[in-house]
Nanobody, 115 residues
Framework: QVQLVESGGGLVQAGGSLRLSCAAS????????MGWYRQAPGKERELVAR???????RYSDSVNGRFAISRDNGKNTVDLQMNSLKPDDTAVYYC?????????WGQGTHVTVSS
């Protein structure tokens, strides 16, 4: 059974930083991309950052230049470094893995940015 476990969320003041981590376990093969999505109250889930297996990364316009995604291939982990946080970044953040064996989601971790 595949599990994605996120950690690192919490409460931070505007301008601060947080680092989210996601650890994947179980039988995953043929990973094509790893990423982070978020869902704010009353809004749809949106892409935050995505990292293709070849190394190409993609960020939403709202976080580009402030967030950085990275992965550890050997451990099947993906991190999201979030800097210069804004109240608009408040959301539940979800880890995502796209693989030949399937698409997987974590349970989400809350990030709250106070003004």
């Amino acid at each position: 059974q595949v599990q994605l476990v996120e950690s690192g969320g919490g409460l931070v003041q505007a301008g601060g930083s947080l680092r989210l981590s996601c650890a994947a376990s179980g039988s995953i093969f043929g990973i094509r991309a790893m990423g982070w999505y978020r869902q704010a109250p009353g809004k749809e889930r949106e892409l935050v950052a995505r990292l293709l297996i070849g190394g190409e990364s993609r960020y939403s316009d709202s976080v580009n230049g402030r967030f950085a995604i990275s992965r550890d291939n050997g451990k099947n982990t993906v991190d999201l470094q979030m800097n210069s946080l804004k109240p608009d970044d408040t959301a539940v953040y979800y880890c995502n893995i796209e693989a030949l064996s399937g698409t997987y989601w974590g349970q989400g971790t809350h990030v709250t940015v106070s003004s």
